[in-house]
């Protein structure tokens, strides 16, 4: 069975994910089933914490599947270099049915492991690099509301919180 994808309000959300220690068959598997969801989501990106494992894992594929060598599993990932600056519309599978503008750097540089424990690095521009720091946003207990004014935030929470009680969300 493939885990749901958790929404805001759930507590794994809010905290850091636990860093990978063990770089075994149930990592690979767990890497395997958020590339499922992902897909299935039809999203560019997905960490652990959004199906409620507080791991330092995300999966990436801007590409949608058209591009293999363009798919990354990447865990325990840290930007060496954040440069440049882009905005654009941003989503998240985990507040489905809002997006925002959000400021992120147009250019990083990531340092991680792939699922084996083997050191990897990315340099990804754009939209993957956008998702790189939306995903390691949430591996550090983030959400996309935190970019966003106290404002808005604000009336988003609302309209959730009104979702919510109306068992829509």
Request: charged share 25%; with cysteine.
């Amino acid at each position: 069975m493939v885990r749901p994808i958790v929404k805001y309000g759930d507590p794994v959300l809010g905290r850091p994910a636990v860093e990978i220690t063990e770089f075994d068959a149930s990592l690979k598997s767990l890497a395997d089933e958020m590339l499922e969801v992902m897909y299935a989501a039809r999203g560019v990106g997905l960490a652990a914490p959004q199906i409620g494992v507080s791991k330092r894992i995300f999966v990436m594929d801007a590409t949608a599947g058209q591009d293999q060598a363009r798919r990354f599993v990447v865990a325990n990932p840290v930007i060496e270099l954040a440069e440049g600056e882009q905005e654009g519309g941003e989503g998240c599978l985990s507040v489905p049915g809002f997006s925002f503008e959000i400021r992120r750097a147009e250019h990083v540089v990531l340092r991680g492991q792939d699922v084996g424990g083997s050191q990897i690095i990315l340099d990804v521009a754009g939209l993957e690099a956008r998702c790189v720091a939306h995903e390691i946003d949430h591996l550090n207990g983030k959400l996309l509301l935190a970019h966003v004014s106290p404002l808005k935030r604000d009336l988003t929470i609302r309209k959730i919180k009104k979702r919510i009680r109306a068992h829509d969300w």
